[in-house]
């Protein structure tokens, strides 16, 4: 597949997944690590990472 097609397949399957009553709101996303020590804070901070790959 070409890159153009995968990209138009991926705004259309956005479109799509995002298309609900209130998806245009804003939402709060809050991590923060539990009682776990260290592992907790690495595990925290990983999602906050993957995260921002994302938006």
């Not at 705004?11 to 991590?31: H, M, P, Q, T």
């Amino acid at each position: 597949m070409s890159w153009w097609l995968v990209k138009q397949l991926d705004e259309f399957e956005l479109k799509v997944v995002l298309s609900g009553e209130y998806d245009r709101n804003d939402a709060i996303l809050s991590i923060h690590p539990g009682a776990g020590g260290t592992e907790s804070c690495d595990w925290a901070a990983m999602l906050l990472c993957w995260w921002y790959g994302i938006v």
